[in-house]
């Protein structure tokens, strides 16, 4: 049986010798190694070749050095301040409060060199090549005992010295290159915003995630997240038993379709939800968010529309009891500009809704947010003196929209791999097709 199979593989071989040239199987074996490399192994998943080796890139295409780079975007985090809603300013080094005399008493300390508060370079691993959809959780704010949050374990005297301290949350989606989908992760602050510490990866599936809105659940003293998880085409609520990680899923309130940026407040009694299907805007409603979502009779209140139809940002439930929403306008390209809404009529049989502001991307070339942005989390905040001031979590983009050039490029992407594919079909044909004409017996006459 070993010569037999010998004798196979050497007439295999000396067919395979006759049917090219060395030349051409030289040739052949290197363009098949190559894309081999270049489809299944090299800088995953766009290649050795990428589309911008073929195709010039403009300016606004050039990626950003600090982070690795998808062609799909460059979001950043910064924050925003105000007196109110719709007078929510991007922060400067200059307009810092933690560099003024009344930093010690004020809501939040801004970091001291501005915006962008947090980016892709503050995530050491894995490679990530944007960060979006930053989500601010201050415990006691949401009713929560004061949590502190200790990367590495303190003495009994600096633990002393936390006592009344309390740790800030920074949730958000980032774009992880190492599996090309969006993981969720988080950041934390001991200083009251005026520093960011990236503390890991809170939530991964087998799909993209997104949108990580969390809540507090004052009966049961539990956090609630509800992220976007479209790609399931369900809406999912996680709980934590190890506040900021270890999310699992709890409850699936719907399916059948893939919703986007659900987020929910409580007001008057009643959770209020709101979800996106196709830039339509659904609202339920629930005595508990845990327990049975009603369907809103008005539903969908927005229908079709790409200018109000999908959230940026959780609803905000003001000081007088009135609520607001955020909605991205994505008329042209997404990240457009965001518009304010007022709820002026929120019933369990009536909605309706006015625009406040529209808040646009700053332009220029150097701001953080200067081409795009999308979401806006704003929280109403008290300081020592007892004044109050709104600030935002926001995310933004230096860059214009580049997301048909990342369709091209996912394009590029499989045909590479056919090409890949239609070579190893060709080896094979030539090998099978010249060693069956060797083993093929002559024909009688």
Same mark, same amino acid.
């Given at each position: 049986?070993?010569?037999?199979?010998?004798?196979?593989?050497?007439?295999?071989?000396?067919?395979?010798?006759?049917?090219?040239?060395?030349?051409?199987?030289?040739?052949?074996?290197?363009?098949?190694?190559?894309?081999?490399?270049?489809?299944?192994?090299?800088?995953?998943?766009?290649?050795?070749?990428?589309?911008?080796?073929?195709?010039?890139?403009?300016?606004?295409?050039?990626?950003?050095?600090?982070?690795?780079?998808?062609?799909?975007?460059?979001?950043?985090?910064?924050?925003?301040?105000?007196?109110?809603?719709?007078?929510?300013?991007?922060?400067?080094?200059?307009?810092?409060?933690?560099?003024?005399?009344?930093?010690?008493?004020?809501?939040?300390?801004?970091?001291?060199?501005?915006?962008?508060?947090?980016?892709?370079?503050?995530?050491?691993?894995?490679?990530?090549?944007?960060?979006?959809?930053?989500?601010?959780?201050?415990?006691?704010?949401?009713?929560?005992?004061?949590?502190?949050?200790?990367?590495?374990?303190?003495?009994?005297?600096?633990?002393?010295?936390?006592?009344?301290?309390?740790?800030?949350?920074?949730?958000?989606?980032?774009?992880?290159?190492?599996?090309?989908?969006?993981?969720?992760?988080?950041?934390?602050?001991?200083?009251?915003?005026?520093?960011?510490?990236?503390?890991?990866?809170?939530?991964?599936?087998?799909?993209?995630?997104?949108?990580?809105?969390?809540?507090?659940?004052?009966?049961?003293?539990?956090?609630?997240?509800?992220?976007?998880?479209?790609?399931?085409?369900?809406?999912?609520?996680?709980?934590?038993?190890?506040?900021?990680?270890?999310?699992?899923?709890?409850?699936?309130?719907?399916?059948?379709?893939?919703?986007?940026?659900?987020?929910?407040?409580?007001?008057?009694?009643?959770?209020?939800?709101?979800?996106?299907?196709?830039?339509?805007?659904?609202?339920?409603?629930?005595?508990?968010?845990?327990?049975?979502?009603?369907?809103?009779?008005?539903?969908?209140?927005?229908?079709?529309?790409?200018?109000?139809?999908?959230?940026?940002?959780?609803?905000? @439930?003001?000081? $007088? *009891?009135?609520?607001?929403?955020?909605?991205?306008?994505?008329?042209?390209?997404? /990240?457009?500009?965001? #518009? &304010?809404?007022?709820?002026?009529?929120?019933?369990?049989?009536?909605?309706?809704?006015?625009?406040?502001?529209?808040?646009?991307?700053?332009?220029?070339?150097?701001?953080?947010?200067?081409?795009?942005?999308?979401?806006?989390?704003?929280?109403?905040?008290?300081?020592?003196?007892?004044?109050?001031?709104?600030? @935002?979590?926001? $995310? *933004?983009?230096?860059?214009?929209?580049?997301?048909?050039?990342?369709?091209?490029? /996912?394009?590029?992407? #499989? &045909?590479?791999?056919?090409?890949?594919?239609?070579?190893?079909?060709?080896?094979?044909?030539?090998?099978?097709?010249?060693?069956?004409?060797?083993?093929?017996?002559?024909?009688?006459?």
């Amino acid at each position: 049986a070993g010569r037999d199979s010998e004798q196979c593989w050497q007439g295999f071989l000396q067919a395979a010798m006759r049917s090219l040239s060395p030349r051409a199987w030289l040739g052949l074996l290197a363009l098949l190694a190559f894309f081999t490399l270049d489809a299944f192994v090299v800088h995953k998943p766009y290649g050795i070749i990428p589309l911008n080796f073929i195709l010039p890139m403009s300016k606004t295409q050039t990626p950003p050095a600090v982070c690795g780079w998808d062609y799909e975007a460059s979001w950043t985090i910064g924050m925003l301040r105000g007196p109110s809603l719709d007078r929510l300013d991007s922060i400067s080094s200059s307009s810092s409060s933690s560099s003024s005399p009344s930093a010690a008493s004020a809501a939040i300390n801004t970091p001291p060199l501005g915006n962008p508060i947090f980016t892709c370079s503050d995530i050491p691993s894995p490679a990530t090549s944007f960060v979006a959809d930053p989500f601010l959780v201050i415990p006691e704010e949401q009713g929560s005992p004061r949590l502190l949050f200790d990367f590495e374990p303190k003495t009994t005297k600096e633990a002393a010295a936390d006592a009344k301290a309390s740790s800030w949350f920074l949730f958000f989606e980032m774009k992880n290159l190492e599996r090309v989908l969006g993981d969720l992760g988080v950041a934390v602050s001991s200083d009251r915003g005026k520093s960011w510490t990236y503390a890991g990866i809170v939530l991964q599936e087998d799909f993209h995630l997104s949108y990580p809105f969390v809540t507090y659940h004052k009966p049961t003293k539990q956090f609630l997240m509800i992220p976007e998880t479209n790609q399931a085409n369900e809406v999912r609520i996680y709980t934590t038993s190890n506040f900021p990680f270890d999310w699992r899923v709890h409850q699936t309130k719907l399916s059948g379709k893939n919703y986007v940026d659900t987020s929910a407040v409580f007001v008057n009694g009643l959770w209020w939800i709101v979800t996106s299907y196709e830039y339509s805007l659904y609202v339920y409603s629930a005595k508990d968010i845990l327990g049975e979502w009603q369907h809103h009779p008005a539903s969908p209140v927005v229908t079709s529309d790409r200018r109000f139809g999908r959230s940026a940002g959780p609803l905000v @439930a003001n000081f $007088d *009891g009135s609520i607001y929403r955020f909605a991205q306008d994505c008329s042209h390209f997404y /990240g457009e500009k965001v #518009y &304010l809404f007022r709820i002026t009529e929120l019933t369990e049989t009536e909605y309706s809704e006015t625009i406040v502001k529209e808040y646009l991307p700053a332009g220029g070339d150097r701001e953080w947010n200067a081409r795009r942005f999308h979401h806006i989390d704003a929280h109403r905040l008290a300081s020592e003196n007892g004044s109050h001031e709104w600030f @935002a979590v926001a $995310d *933004g983009d230096v860059h214009p929209d580049d997301y048909q050039f990342y369709i091209h490029q /996912g394009w590029f992407r #499989y &045909l590479k791999t056919t090409v890949c594919i239609c070579l190893w079909i060709a080896l094979f044909y030539i090998l099978g097709r010249d060693y069956l004409a060797e083993v093929k017996p002559p024909r009688k006459k």
